[in-house]
């Protein structure tokens, strides 16, 4: 039976920079675009891989989609909260990409739109779909950080989990060349480990103060990712404390 990789997750937790590795790397897939729904590609004559973020929300009909013609995998991008609510995109420079509640719409055409979910109802999903049980042995849930620090064991952690063969390098990515589309907004850039913990500029304070006072639940996932043992680490931050030593 052909195969189809999921790529989905968390909003700017990564998807774009693994999809590109993916790209240049994956050996025996087809791979189109930088961002199309599963069900759009699933169609498609042998092994598959899509990106989408919010391809989370449609689990189930993917999973429909797929049943008798293709084995599903998945790979889950996650991130730091924190590192989330304090991500921009290039589009709209004048605000935060995503909150807890809600995150950004931007359309080729049009004023960008908060009508997207937000981390707690992405992560409450995705929650749903590893509890579902319906894909025991091809889940893998992938850290962002991970896949920045240490991008060959991230790889050799995907072949050998979900049987997968490379012709690349993860690592050396950004230095074979693919042709640009729509939202491919990482470009071919190298690894950058910088911008692990942006959260913690000083500039950043009033939006992670605010976030955290409006929706304490975002402990919970900072917890339960394993980012932060409890909750402690806010009442320091309110008073002052854990801040970068530079912008």
Not at 159 to 176: I, N, P, T, V, Y
Not at 186 to 193: E, H, I, K, N, V
Request: with cysteine; glycine share 8%.
């Amino acid at each position: 039976m052909h195969r189809h990789l999921l790529v989905t997750g968390h909003n700017r937790a990564g998807s774009t920079l693994l999809y590109s590795m993916l790209q240049r790397s994956l050996s025996g897939f087809n791979i189109p675009g930088p961002e199309f729904p599963a069900r759009a590609v699933l169609h498609m004559p042998g092994n598959t891989c899509s990106r989408r973020g919010y391809d989370i929300f449609d689990f189930d009909k993917i999973v429909r989609a797929a049943e008798g013609r293709k084995r599903l995998d998945m790979v889950v991008m996650l991130r730091d909260p924190r590192d989330i609510l304090t991500s921009y995109d290039p589009r709209m420079p004048e605000d935060y990409a995503c909150a807890a509640d809600k995150s950004y719409f931007v359309a080729s055409q049009g004023k960008p739109e908060q009508i997207l979910p937000g981390i707690l109802q992405t992560h409450e999903q995705i929650e749903k779909v590893i509890a579902s049980g319906q894909l025991p042995d091809g889940v893998v849930m992938l850290k962002y950080e991970h896949l920045v620090e240490n991008p060959r064991r991230i790889q050799n952690l995907l072949s050998a989990g979900l049987e997968l063969s490379f012709s690349g390098d993860f690592g050396d990515f950004h230095k074979r060349e693919i042709a640009s589309h729509g939202s491919d907004l990482m470009g071919t850039r190298a690894l950058d480990t910088s911008r692990i913990e942006k959260w913690r500029a000083p500039h950043h304070r009033d939006r992670i103060i605010d976030q955290f006072t409006r929706f304490p639940a975002l402990n919970d996932i900072l917890v339960s990712l394993g980012y932060e043992e409890d909750a402690s680490w806010f009442e320091a931050f309110k008073n002052g404390g854990d801040l970068a030593l530079t912008a």
